[in-house]
């Protein structure tokens, strides 16, 4: 089963707006990431959160992190046309490494209408 | 910046043929993967690799082999494509110590 599991699969707003996405995990992790995907391209890494941290910023990107619940969440904010794409968090699979060897979710498809 | 590349962006072959993905890094990581993408089920790994030579099976090896003879170079061979292996074909590499992953733009293959 997936380790992570995005909510929701497909979100729409307008330019401007802010967007949230949601993460749920199973097992212990190490570090959470996101990942951002244009159609048909590969994906491309946005953040990395460790688990003894509970909130990062990255420009127009905030991510939350609560072991507690297993969960985290991704906020953009201000968001423009070019956010356009598919978000995904991924964990470390046995919480154990730290390699890279990862597990993804399946991701939301996010779209920004000007 | 880190640059992934994969040979093919796209490729259409028969049943039967024998299929090999490449992919070249140039930041010498260590560790480098391949994921297969399909609509509905997400990025699954297929096999990675810790250093030359060595490789690990991830969560659907079955009808791939791997190949990494160089450090930067890490290949997905089909020995035999079927229709089902019909897929986005990612590749992807990590220095190990954060475990970020850097990925490659992607091989489509489609198998008639």
């Known amino acids: 089963s997936q380790q992570g599991e995005e909510d929701p699969q497909a979100l729409s707003i307008q330019e401007g707006e802010n967007a949230t996405m949601n993460c749920s995990y199973k097992?212990?992790?190490?570090?959470l990431q996101w990942y951002r995907q244009n159609s048909g391209r590969g994906l491309v890494h946005l953040i990395l959160?460790?688990?003894?941290?509970r909130e990062k910023h990255s420009g127009r990107l905030r991510v939350t992190l609560d072991t507690s619940k297993k969960s985290s969440s991704l906020l953009i904010t201000a968001s423009r046309a070019a956010d356009t794409a598919s978000y995904f968090c991924?964990?470390?699979?046995?919480?154990?490494?730290?390699?890279?060897?990862?597990?993804f979710g399946k991701g939301t498809k996010l779209s920004v209408k000007p | 910046d880190v640059k992934v590349t994969q040979s093919s962006r796209y490729l259409v072959k028969r049943t039967g043929e024998k299929v090999f993905l490449e992919c070249v890094q140039d930041?010498?990581?260590?560790?480098m993967f391949w994921y297969r993408q399909d609509p509905g089920l997400g990025l699954r790994l297929i096999y990675f690799?810790?250093?030359?030579?060595?490789?690990e099976k991830g969560d659907i090896p079955e009808g791939y082999s791997v190949s990494r003879e160089k450090k930067e170079r890490f290949s997905l061979i089909l020995e035999s494509a079927s229709t089902n292996q019909t897929s986005m074909y990612l590749c992807?590499?990590?220095?190990?110590?954060?475990?970020?992953?850097?990925f490659g733009e992607g091989s489509r293959l489609t198998v008639l």
């Open positions: 690799s810790y250093d030359v030579k060595m490789k």
């Open positions: 930041m010498d990581h260590e560790n």
């Open positions: 991924a964990t470390d699979k046995r919480g154990g490494g730290s390699q890279g060897n990862l597990i």
């Open positions: 959160i460790r688990s003894n941290e």
């Open positions: 097992t212990s992790i190490n570090n």
């Open positions: 992807a590499s990590s220095p190990g110590v954060t475990g970020e992953l850097f």
